[in-house]
């Protein structure tokens, strides 16, 4: 996962609150925040925020 700044994980969430998809999501990311993002691929992106708004659930545990 790529290591965002506080201030993009916050804009993150508000945008994601807010109903943007996450190709809208990355437009906006892009455009507000051009220097922390410029090397960094859109599908890297997608994955991260994608991990962000849905985490992945912990497996139950099998032993009682």
């Keep these: 996962m790529l290591n965002l700044s506080a201030p993009v994980l916050k804009e993150i969430e508000l945008l994601n609150d807010a ?20 090397d960094r691929e859109d599908k890297k992106i997608e994955e991260a925020i994608l991990l962000m708004i849905n985490p992945p659930r912990k497996a139950p545990s099998l032993s009682r």
């Design 19 to 38: 109903g943007l998809s996450v190709g809208a999501i990355v437009a906006v990311l892009r455009l507000k925040f051009p220097v922390e993002l410029h």
